[in-house]
T-cell receptor, first 119, second 110 residues
Framework: GAGVSQSPSNKVTEKGKDVELRCDPI?????LYWYRQRLGQGLEFLIY????????KSGLPSDRFSAERTGESVSTLTIQRTQQEDSAVYLC?????????????????FGPGTRLTVT | GQNIDQPTEMTATEGAIVQINCTYQ??????LFWYQQHAGEAPTFLSY????GLEEKGRFSSFLSRSKGYSYLLLKELQMKDSASYLC???????????FGAGTTVTVRA
């Protein structure tokens, strides 16, 4: 079936503008994650959604960042008043469920990412 | 918090074997993942270890020692297409977030 999709694939914006990034998870996946990957660095957790539970926003770097998800479908990540340090690849991932112990792994499947450049 | 360390770069010859080490210090442990990421692409899942020992999957194997906070990914019979970044990620206990290392860039040379 279709994997995780993200749009746009690339976004160039001017400092101070707002941007909205979209993620379509794999159908049936209840858990959805957003990560940020700066050049040459590992993935940095931003936010997590699981079904109708309250999202875990603990990774959001500032109040300029927000995200929404409707049910178990599309999610949008919004960055307001963008700054140059926001330039990165924003990756979305989904999994069957989030919380588990032992096996199975419920691995996360990643989308291709949105490369954001703030000029 | 989580602290995950892996080497920055490794180079090997086509057909050879390369071992990528990962050490971690985490508040609780509920599994270790290895992902492969080609330049400009999304990370793809390679392996998962939650119990001590070796998990073998074709040319790739992953090992875990929970008491030592240590894992390695072993790539055998290296091919040019294996040139990529390899990410070690740990899931904490009662947690769902993955904490990632910075990744190891493996370059395979002819």
């Amino acid at each position: 079936g279709a994997g995780v999709s993200q749009s746009p694939s690339n976004k160039v914006t001017e400092k101070g503008k707002d941007v909205e990034l979209r993620c379509d998870p794999i159908s049936g996946h209840t858990a959805l994650y957003w990560y940020r990957q700066r050049l040459g660095q590992g993935l940095e957790f931003l936010i997590y959604f699981q079904g109708n539970s309250a999202p875990d926003k603990s990774g959001l770097p500032s109040d300029r960042f927000s995200a929404e998800r409707t049910g178990e479908s599309v999610s949008t990540l919004t960055i307001q008043r963008t700054q140059q340090e926001d330039s990165a690849v924003y990756l979305c991932a989904s999994s069957l469920q989030a919380r588990t112990s032992g096996t199975p792994s419920y691995e996360q499947y990643f989308g291709p990412g949105t490369r954001l450049t703030v000029t | 918090g989580q602290n995950i360390d892996q080497p920055t770069e490794m180079t090997a010859t086509e057909g050879a074997i390369v071992q990528i080490n990962c050490t971690y210090q985490t508040s609780g442990f509920n599994g270790l993942f290895w992902y492969q990421q080609h330049a400009g692409e999304a990370p793809t899942f390679l392996s998962y270890n939650v119990l001590d020992g070796l998990e073998e999957k074709g040319r790739f194997s992953s090992f875990l020692s929970r008491s030592k906070g240590y894992s390695y990914l072993l790539l055998k019979e290296l091919q040019m297409k294996d040139s990529a970044s390899y990410l070690c990620a740990v899931r904490g206990s009662n947690d769902y977030k993955l904490s990632f290392g910075a990744g190891t860039t493996v370059t395979v040379r002819a």
